[in-house]
């Protein structure tokens, strides 16, 4: 964990922030966010063409529907995913065409929001997305890198794309007139934008890269007086705006206009509600309400269109300037619409020095950045389907239309669906003894497939034994596997050979996909061990001891209400540690900025315990005893790949490792009461936490364990037999009955070495434990290694479902 650069004592309640204190953090947003929509609003309604102004006004509508909005942090305002569409509608049908289309556009997202239709749009394959955003990306590519030479964008992709050699020539040979200009400020505008991102000084981190392109082109263009085009704007502002009349609005009565407002309208809300999931991950202030943002979404759509202003969506780049620089509510979307208005009302002629060569630039950046060359890579991983459907949508939108790319991409993702759930291969072959026939099913065994696989069963001869392999199954349903079960009981009443299913396959291929397949092909290459050992050990561990009534007596009351702190608005593990120090410095009477530092001192003090709960802790001089410091937080907080509410902050004695480990066990254990868990969040006062937390402990000292747990077998393997000592000591304070296997007992070592795949392990631990202890296991061994810095390898055999049936886990 990075040290923190707050001091400790004024980080007590480090987001408890005052309404005065948000009021000023959302003002300060606002500005940035100002200066940041600005450019990109005058950009797009260029790109788009259209005038200015209906660019700005769709800004300003964008930020002041965050009255309604049902993701606050989130702003809104035209967006570069819209461009295509727009271009293509004022090209075809004229500018009177634009404010109709997108009042049909809120109107549909209003009816979406109203029957809840809002997580519809989340469902959306990801290869269409990708495949639309990409094909979205290469268009602006083409039609702005013309705007950046002071060209105008022609009518599809393929002209653009033979524009611009032509007009490069012509102004590398000056001819029709032709300045290079306008090339140079493109160039000038792309360099600085790339240069700010990667150089730009910690003190100014959060003022984007285009912005401080678009102020520096523009003041050398006017300094310098260059030859190129600037934005053409009117000295009034609300001239330039365009109310629909009524005989604008019959427009409407054209098919491929309503057509047009609903891909408007999907683009919009898809964008939107994407941007809303990614802003929710970079913050834990409020969590969106999806049917509500998408009402508010048709609102402001409605709104713009009725002064002729531009589709609306979330905007990503503002959106997360908005929540790096502070915000804290609503009222910084707002905010940052009233300095739009301000600034458009008040001074519009200085948006007519900005030269159109920047905006284009600027855009062709955007262009690049949607082209996401990650995603596809994903994309081909996942399956050359994924990929393809990712294609037809790419095709569609680049060379045919955005609509008809959209749909395509649909019917292909429907269609992929429907192949996966209907296809199904039958293999048969001889088995590797006589009397046996191997069957492989490949695809998905289904209820459409099932009268094949019938006929595939029926046809093996009842005088032989069959091994049905699934492991290339991607699914299987209720009628197909009664099937499978309905053989195996006719040929078993029957007396006749049986039907074997290898269910294992199935769940070792997905444990393989999650944890890699070493550990899955070793545990297939040596059954016999596994079964054996796993056997042998349960018959003679059946059970953990718990602890002594003695022992038991110290975790009484363990945990008072005055160090518990519920519902804590912090938002980092730093904001967390912050409010623990303070706690655990008046237990200990250590210095709070002492306490702060130790707990901040390394980065692997931290041992995620699942189900939401995280365990920092440190070890420090001076004190006597372990203390711990309970922390609950309004909304998770992400810490690498977990998420957590609920932080043990623990503090423990120099040198005493048994101490550390037996108190991280303690509360390891305390936290696999998952309904307890859950009392502990709600919990409206540290008071009512405290009993919680008092009932977790005695519980867990009195050894109690939820009912019909199972069990592991767990191998460590240690360096030496020092080592493996050294081990059993430290574990030995959580988990009795560890058995040491050295060189003595060679025979059994080597099996167990095998068993562990680590044939040159000079000892051997083993122990059965409860199957919900494993993490804790996990987490303790973490720990010892990191004490001791010497590695250990841990396996762990578990029983599943059936006796006969059993898996390795490394």
């Known amino acids: 964990m990075p040290k923190s650069d707050v001091d400790p004592e004024s980080r007590d309640a480090p987001e408890e922030l005052t309404q005065r204190e948000k009021l000023i953090r959302d003002f300060m947003a606002s500005t940035v966010v100002f200066l940041v929509a600005l450019p990109l609003c005058i950009g797009i309604a260029v790109a788009c063409g259209v005038p200015v102004e209906r660019g700005l006004i769709a800004g300003i509508i964008g930020g002041s529907i965050g009255v309604i909005s049902g993701a606050p942090l989130l702003v809104s305002g035209p967006a570069a995913s819209l461009i295509v569409p727009c271009f293509a509608l004022v090209s075809e049908y004229g500018l009177v065409a634009l404010g109709p289309v997108v009042m049909l556009t809120g109107v549909w997202q209003i009816l979406a929001g109203y029957f809840r239709l809002g997580q519809w ?209 609503k009222r910084a979307t707002i905010f940052h619409a009233i300095w739009l208005l301000l600034f458009c009302a008040l001074a519009p002629e200085l948006l007519g020095l900005i030269p159109k060569a920047c905006l284009g630039a600027i855009l062709v950046y955007t262009g690049v950045k949607l082209v996401d060359v990650g995603a596809m890579g994903r994309l081909w991983e996942q399956g050359r389907a994924e990929f393809v459907i990712f294609g037809v949508t790419f095709i569609g939108v680049v060379f045919i239309d955005l609509f008809i790319g959209i749909l395509a991409g649909l019917a292909a993702a429907v269609l992929k669906i429907v192949w996966t759930f209907s296809h199904l291969e039958i293999h048969q072959e001889d088995g590797p003894a006589p009397g046996v026939v191997q069957m492989h099913l490949v695809g998905s065994a289904t209820f459409v497939q099932l009268p094949r696989l019938a006929r595939a069963l029926e046809s093996i001869p009842t005088d032989k034994e069959l091994h049905v392999h699934i492991e290339r199954l991607d699914h299987i349903d209720h009628a197909c596997l009664q099937l499978l079960s309905s053989m195996q009981r006719q040929r078993e009443s029957a007396g006749q050979p049986g039907v074997h299913v290898a269910w294992q396959e199935l769940s070792d291929r997905y444990r393989k996909a999650l944890v890699g397949t070493g550990a899955v092909d070793a545990q297939r290459s040596m059954p016999s061990i596994v079964r054996m050992v796993w056997s042998e050990w349960k018959r003679v561990h059946a059970e953990v001891e718990a602890h002594t009534p003695s022992d038991a007596a110290r975790w009484n009351d363990w945990i008072p209400a005055q160090s518990i702190h519920v519902h804590s608005s912090a938002r980092t593990l730093e904001d967390v540690l912050g409010l623990a120090a303070p706690r655990l410095a008046k237990l200990t009477g250590l210095e709070p900025g002492r306490v702060l530092d130790a707990l901040t001192a390394t980065s692997d003090g931290h041992v995620p315990l699942g189900d939401g709960v995280s365990l920092p802790h440190a070890a420090v001089e001076g004190i006597e005893r372990s203390q711990v410091v309970v922390v609950t937080t309004k909304a998770p907080i992400a810490i690498g790949d977990h998420k957590t509410d609920i932080f043990f902050v623990l503090l423990s004695p120099a040198g005493d490792t048994a101490e550390h480990l037996r108190n991280l066990a303690h509360i390891g254990r305390m936290c696999h009461r998952a309904p307890r868990l859950d009392e502990l969040r709600h919990a409206p006062a540290a008071e009512t936490a405290a009993t919680v937390l008092d009932a977790l402990s005695r519980a867990a000292a009195r050894g109690e364990t939820l009912s019909g747990v199972s069990r592991s077998l767990v191998i460590i393997a240690g360096q030496d037999a020092a080592h493996a000592h050294e081990l059993r000591a430290e574990l030995s304070e959580a988990f009795a009955h560890w058995t040491l296997i050295s060189e003595k007992d060679h025979e059994i070592l080597d099996l167990l070495r095998r068993c562990a795949a680590s044939p040159d392990a000079g000892a051997v631990l083993v122990a059965s434990i409860k199957l919900h202890e494993e993490p804790l296991l996990r987490a303790l061994l973490e720990e010892a290694n990191k004490l001791n810095k010497a590695p250990a390898k841990v396996v762990f055999m578990r029983e599943q479902g059936s006796p006969q049936v059993y898996a390795q886990a490394s």
Do not use: C
């Open 121 to 329: 749009f989340r469902a959306v394959a990801p290869a269409v997305i990708t495949g639309m955003l990409t094909g979205i990306g290469v268009l602006i590519i083409g039609s702005q890198s013309l705007v950046a030479i002071d060209e105008d964008p022609k009518a599809t992709f393929i002209q653009n794309v033979a524009a611009v050699p032509l007009a490069l020539y012509e102004m590398a040979t000056g001819s029709a007139g032709h300045s290079s200009a306008p090339f140079w400020i493109a160039v000038a505008t792309v360099a600085l934008i790339v240069g700010w991102n990667q150089f730009k000084p910690k003190v100014l981190a959060i003022v984007p890269g285009h912005l401080v392109a678009l102020l520096s082109v523009t003041a050398a263009s006017v300094i310098l007086s260059l030859d190129v085009r600037a934005l053409d704007i009117s000295s009034n502002f609300f001239a330039g705006l365009g109310i629909p009349s009524l005989a604008d609005l019959e427009l409407l009565s054209d098919p491929v206009l309503i057509g047009r407002s609903a891909m408007f309208a999907f683009v919009a809300s898809a964008a939107t509600l994407l941007t809303a999931n990614a802003i929710d991950e970079r913050q834990t202030i409020v969590k969106t309400d999806y049917d509500k943002e998408m009402r508010a979404q048709g609102v402001g759509n409605l709104f713009s269109g009725m002064l002729g202003g531009l589709p609306m969506t979330g905007v990503i780049v503002r959106s997360s300037v908005n929540v790096e620089a502070g915000a804290q509510t």
